[in-house]
Structures are given as C-alpha cells and as structure tokens.
C-alpha cells in the first residue's frame, strides 16, 4: 500500500489515508518526548522553483526529526533560468543520484508528475504551479480535523477565498471527495468559485456541496471553516471582501466546537483577535504538518 | 540566571557575562579537541531577512559544533515580500513549531522583541535593523577583550566610524556602561556622531566619554581601538575619511599592548600592511564569535 | 601526495590520480551497501558566489555520505556585493574559522588561488570564472572514463562545443595530456576553438591533437564524445550548430564499446531519443561526481 511518489491527493485511498494519520500520531508522539528514529544515513533533498521558507522547513525539521539529513535549495529558479531550455527531468535525474528522496515545489502545473516520471526515488509534491496541487498540505489539513473530530465521515465544511486558482483548496476538494456524507460549501465572490473540474469530480462521487456567496448563511452548520486568501486585485467588488473574513462577530455564530483552519500565510482575511478563541486551529494546524511529513517520509522511504 | 531571548544587549546583568565568558572559553577548549556536546536532536532555525553569510555561517558553525541540526534561510525577504501584508508574529509562531531555537536577523528595528512577544521557543537576534541592535556582536567584542585583558573594568577604548547607525557600536556601548571605570572615546565626522539616547544611557550609568574627531589624539590612550566603516555619502568632508584609517603609522602612535578590533567586513579604514601586526585581533574576534554563540545556544537550551 | 588544496586540474599527477579512482571506487561500494564513515565532527562550507544547485548538492550529498556536516550558500555574491571593495581574502579568513574545509565557486578566474593563499582550511575550487577551471568536474570526467576502460593511455576522445570558454574542458585537456598516447579532436564552430594556450601546454607535453569542424569526420576513430553546449549568440553560422549535435544517426556512427559524456546541463546539443542508448552515460557520469567529491573530501581532511 506504500506509494512510490506523492504527486496528487486523488492517489490516496482512506485506508492509506488512515494509515498516514495513524502513523502521524506516533509521530507527535515521538516529537513530544524528544525521541528521533535510525534515518541517520537518509539524505533528503528540498527543490524548490519557488521559495516557501514555511513548507521547507516543515520538511526539513521532518527529517532531522527522523535523524536524517538535508540538501536545500531556496531559489532552484534562479540558477535554472540561466540555461535557457533545461529541462526539469534531467535535473531530477542527475538530483536522484544524490539524495534518497526529493521534495519539489515546481513553478508549474505538473511539475511533480513530470518529476516522477523519470525519478529514481520518491518525489513528494510541495505545491506545483498555480492551478496545481499541494498535496501534502490537504494531507495535513485533513489530519488537523480527523485529530479533534476522530472521523471525517459526516464532516460539514465550508472553504472560503479564491478557490478558482488555490490548489489548496483544489487539494483538499479531491480528498473530502473520498468520505462518506460530507458537506461542502464553497463560500467565494462570483469571480473567483471553485473551477468545474472540480465541482464535477464531486458530482461523480456523489459528494453534496453548494456555492454560497454569503458567509453568514453557512456559519452555523459547520464543523469547519476553511479560510484562504482573497487578492482584492481578482474580486470587482473589493469593498465585499471584508465580509469574507473570520471576526470575533463571525466566531460568535459559529458552533461552539467548529474550527477555523488556514493554510497560511495570512494577510487580512483571519482578525487577530481571534488568535485566542479555541477554535482558532491554524497554527496547530501547521505544527500537524510537521508530523505528517514526517509519517510520509517514513512511508515513502521504508524498504521494499 | 538563564535567559529566555536574546534580543538586546542591555539584558546581559555583569554577573552573566561572566559566566558566558567561562563557558566561551570552555567551548573553545571543546572545539580545539575536536569534541562535541550532544545536541543531535536538537534544531537551530536561521531566519534570515536580509543576507550575512558570514553571521549565519557563525551561527549554524555553533549548533553543528554543538552536535545539533539546522534549519536555514538566506533571505526569507525574498518569499515573504509575495505575500504583502504578512507578518513577522505569524511566521514566528509557525517556525516555532519546527524549530528548538530560532536566530533571527530583521530588518527592521524591533524585530527580535516582536518575535520573543509570541515564540514558543527562544530567539536570539542577530541583527535587527539599522538603528536597531547586534547583541551577539557585542558579546563576542566584549568576549575578545575580556580574554585578551582578563578583566573589562579599567578599560579604556576608541570606537571610530558613523556611529549614528552603527547597530555593532550600540550594543557595544550599552555592555560597556556595565563595568566599572571605563573611558570611553567616540571618534567620528561630525555628520556622523554617536546619538543622543546612547550618551543620555552612559550620562546616566555615570560612565566617562569623550566625543573626537582626530583619531591621532587618542591613540596612545587607549587599550582598543574598535574601528568601524565610514560610508562616504554620509560624510561631506570625503577626503577626512582617511584619517580614521588604520595604518602602519596609527599602529606606531598605540600602545605596545593595545588591540585592533572591528566587526567586520572592511573596506579600507584598515590597511592590509596592519593585519600581520600582533595588536590585530579582528579575524580571531570573528572566530571568537563561534565560541560566544555556542555558549549562547547551550544557555538559553538548557532545561528547566 | 596528499593535496593540500584542490585548484586546479594541473596539480594531480598520474599516481594521485589513480590513488584518487581507487577511493572514489571504495566509495561507490560504501554507498551502495549504505554504508557511512566517521566524519560527524567535519564541516563542509559551501561557499557559492554563482548558484549552481547539481554541482553544490553533489559536494554536499558527499559530505552528508561521509557523515559529516554543511554550512551552506546558494548566492554568496548577493550579500558580498552589498558591501563594496569587500576582499574575498577577509571572507575566507572568516569562513575557515567555521569549516574545516570551503567548497568554493567563485564568479572570477583565479578566485580559488587566491583563496588557498589565505585559508587555514582546504579549499576546493569548484568552478572559477568563464575562462578558469572547474577541476573537479575534470576528476570526475576522467574517472567516468577510467572506470569504463580500466586505463586513459591510448584514449581516444572528441571534445565538442564552445571550447574556448569553457572552463570543464580547459580543465579536462590538462589532465589528459598527463597519459600515454593519447589523441584528441577538438571539434568546433571556428568562432569558439580552443584556445591557443592549452594548444600549447598540449605541444610541450607532445599530446596529439587536431581541430576539427566536422563530427562525422571523427565519430568512427574515438572511444570518447566529451559534449558541451555552443551558445547561439557566439556563432556567426547559427544553423550549423544542429550539425554538432549527437543524434540518434550520430550514434550510429559511432564505436558499440564508445561513450557520450556531457558535463550538463544540456539544451538541445544532445537528442534525448539518445539517453536510453547504452553508450550514454552522462547521467552516470553525473552520478560518479558524488563517488569522487567523497574521495577528494577524504584526501584533504585526511590527518597530518
């Protein structure tokens, strides 16, 4: 059942996905009393087109975690556009010589499936391109719930922002997709909704869900909201954005034991001053990723 | 006694200092033996907002040295100027989720005090701003004096430079206002002298000074001479730059037993003919840096 | 015989060299069986004034397989250039009181001289200037070839590309002229041949060789095509260029038991119908730089 590469969120399956979360909790575990395991021979290398200190260093503290070691690179852009026409798959294949598994965060759609192709270890996809997907971060997304809920079964959310271009979103869409009565509402201004593609994966899996423009409509019905980011410069009417985000007012109409989750980074779209409510969830949130990655590094790198 | 951040060098009581001054030289002997302490399962993150390889190489040098891991970015301002509006605080919180210890370099004045508002896990500043402070410089100064004079009451020093943004000299002064007996000697253009709050700080701590722009005056008074870059756009007179210089025929004028230092890297306020001179203390003062932040980290990771 | 520095290519003579392949191939073994030495206390600084992320995780993957520890930089020109008249002399000084050995690449020809003058640590030059030397890859082109054919006297070899710029096989034909009988063709546009100061090391070592502007002339007679890019810009006659290139015609004419090697990136000078031909071996080639860093790593921190 262990995958080869981490390339897309469809390509886990619940038990899989159970298994993950399970391995993730002995994780936290692990972490929590100081412990680390034998993967002090294991070299990772992180590649990133595009630099994301947060979801590098999530897996890098992951791997030293596991006692293993880390080839970085912030920036892989800026050497790759100096040699117009070189191709992400040979790099992929000389970088495979050198490290036992390659996290890849690529500038385009694609990019990790690419990447994988020609790999000779495990890519992990850290986020390919805009309309892309971020898999491991739905992945951690869904842990945060299943963690405080025990169950993703029956599971009522609302995903909130610009959902048209967030893989993110478009991740997590895919993985809710594999759960028995879930709920999803897709709260967004009319520029920006959740793309066909995915509205029509959810059709043929029999997943309800609705597209909502009003966030107040929805607040008291859910066991999650699932804020983004909203770019002013992508909605007409800007002046309707605020009414997209999480206040104190907001809170107030949620349900005693709902949870807000962000991706992060935030700009506007969570008020501070929910920081404090224990239902503010988002920096467990990205603690969680950390045991995740961990729980898919030991995955992908067991021995055959 | 243990501190819980470093973010300003006027936190460092006396009593502190020497004791991080003892366990400097311990880890000096350390390194000399090619021993190591086991830190292997703990994670240092170097936050870096603006780039100082030399700094950070110090920094990351330490914690290995240590036995422990690193996390590390060479310019975290390149990712975080996309997300306009992002702030230090939340990235504070996540990091601290996957990180023991984070050294922070801002590049704003306040940053490190921002950071240790809302860090689960101890900052250390290394650098915030222009008119902001360098405490780690400071003590690794501070400590290079002590080991060479075995006591800091008594001494007297010549810092030379633009002392008004000089972060370096700040904390410098600010540690020198703790001991007893010290004369202090600010030698600068005038466009570019020390100000007021640092000289209201010594009038209060009753601590002896002397503002000067003739380098020549002071020479053979002083035990240091702690020499600073001048940049000529802040000074109209360009051609006195010169005369702040460090050259064969300023050495001549000091004391047999003096020391040059500077916090480096140089231009020309130091003539090469000087580095061969024994009073030319400034590439071991940055190898005292290593042993000084080595007994930083083991303070402030120590257990409860 | 132990190398004190590695600068450039010149400097390894044949017993070196093949003391040199002779570890690089134990070190292969120690890979393969996942094996690791005893270097947890060594620090490696990569100190990278250009970025190059396969030649720097190359020399990092070899530190990470001897157990050993990274400082690391992607851009150290971007901090450097911050301060002006800035002296890579100050900066190595600095850096060898944080590393036991420094990895340089440096964006002028002489830079790793002019580091080796001052280091208290081993440098190695991993690639200076358009017109210096990259030795390294040199070692690693040999080894490639030796591990083929057991022995580089009698080779036969064409080196195809931008000869005059290109610092890999300016580095390449010093090391060839060290072996018995061997004969080489330069191949390329009449723009871009090599220059006339290796023609000359070459006839005062009594090494054959010929300039050619024809591949097919060649392809039958060589155990070797050492292939590198031609730059559009630097050729009059734009559309002879494809003529330089390996195809899968070219490979047709070449020897069953010959080799391609390409010190890569690649753009389009060679087909990538090509790679899965067994003669292709620049991905191995690729492959073998881990092997010979671990090994010249080992020499350099060898113990007096």
Known sequence: MRPKHVVESQQFTVPLLLQLFERSAQMEKLVARGGTLDYQDRIMATLFYEPSTR???????????????????????????EVEGEQLEDTIRIISGFADVIVLRHNEAG???RAA??????????GDGKGGQHPTQALLDLYTIHRERRSLDGLSIAIVGDLDQGRT??????????FERVKIFFVSPPEVRMKQDILQHLDEHE??????SDIAKVLGEVDVVYQTRIRPERVSDRKSIASYGITAKVLHAMRPNAMVLHPLPRTVEIDKAVDDDPRALY??????????????LTLVLEEE
């Open 111 to 113: 990019g990790a499936r």
């Open 207 to 212: 997943v309800w869900y609705a597209i909502e």
């Open 117 to 126: 192709q020609v790999s000779s270890v495990p890519i992990i996809n850290a």
């Open 283 to 296: 920096f467990k949130q990205a603690k969680n990723g950390l045991f995740v990655r961990m729980a898919l």
């Open 169 to 178: 979103v478009r991740s997590l869409a895919y993985l809710l997709s594999k």
């Open 55 to 81: 979801t590098r260093f999530s897996f890098e503290s992951a791997m030293y975690r596991l006692g293993g070691k880390v080839l970085s690179t912030e920036q892989a852009r800026v050497f790759s556009s």
